[in-house]
């Protein structure tokens, strides 16, 4: 299926590594121009020159720090005057840390805020220009399982990736004039660093390898199999385009079965 991404410049945020990248990667496979952006600049340059190299796409590889509101107002300037107008944007940052409720300092909750929550109001005000005066787009947000169901160690996580699915959903109404949709992507045990740290911390706590760990983890799935960072990366190209030219207000679940909710 053409996703009908060629020529149209998307923004893709945290994209040196893991569902950022799949998804920078899938776009430029789409012959999308990609705007890519991390805080580590050598390795989001890295990351950029691979997809250029495999793709043969227009990539760019820009620094910025998700938490620095002028940081990526930068980033949106300059990807606006070396690109073009902007048609899609992945939201997207690193997770705050884990940990219980009686471990978090108000300075652990601002941060998480910062991080997740304002982050994406900001992105997000940064291309909304762009978007009205082209006449729409695209804009999706990473999220979490834990915004169906609650993860014990996340709570940071799970309160501010809540108010990200809650803020998508109120502008997919207010700016569904404008042409402009708003959806957001849970992913569930996707196979990235994260989740190998996280195996990596439960395995040594109970004593088993985490080979063992991984598979019984990923035998508690229906599709019994972590997903790819590909599978995550295919699913948020295809809202980012055209193709899901319907779709707005929507929290996807790309996660083998993982969430038991029907709703």
């Known amino acids: 299926m053409d996703l009908n991404l060629k020529g149209k410049v998307v923004m893709v945020a945290a994209a040196s590594k893991g569902m950022g990248y799949a998804t920078a990667l899938e776009c430029a496979r789409e012959g999308a121009i990609v705007s890519m952006a991390s805080r580590d600049k050598d390795a989001i340059e890295a990351a950029a020159e691979a997809i250029r190299q495999e793709t043969g796409a227009q990539v760019k590889a820009y620094a910025f720090d998700a938490k620095d509101s002028a940081s990526i107002a930068h980033w949106a300037e300059a990807t606006l005057n070396e690109l073009g107008p902007v ?44 978007m009205r005066e082209s006449g729409g787009g695209s804009i999706l947000a990473i999220t979490s399982s834990s915004v169906k169901e609650p993860i014990d160690i996340l709570l940071l996580s799970n309160v501010m990736r809540s108010g990200v699915t809650s803020l998508f959903k109120s502008l ?41 760990l991984s598979k019984e983890m990923s035998a508690t799935l229906p599709l019994q199999r972590f997903g790819s960072a590909e599978d995550a990366g295919k699913a948020c190209a295809f809202l980012l385009s055209d193709a899901s030219s319907y779709i707005t207000g929507v929290s996807l679940a790309v996660d083998g079965g993982l969430i038991k909710t029907v709703w």
Not at 179 to 208: E, Y
């Open 172 to 212: 997919s109404q207010q700016l569904g004039p404008d042409n402009i949709r708003f959806n957001t992507m849970i992913p569930g045990k996707i196979d990235t660093d994260r989740l190998r740290g996280t195996i990596k911390a439960q395995s040594a706590k109970r004593g088993i390898s985490e080979e063992e």
């Open 87 to 130: 048609k899609g944007l992945l939201v997207n940052a690193g997770g705050p840390p884990t940990g219980q409720f009686d471990s978090f300092s108000d300075d652990d909750w601002q941060d998480a805020f910062e991080l997740t929550l304002m982050s994406s109001v900001r992105m997000i005000r940064a291309v909304l220009p762009s």
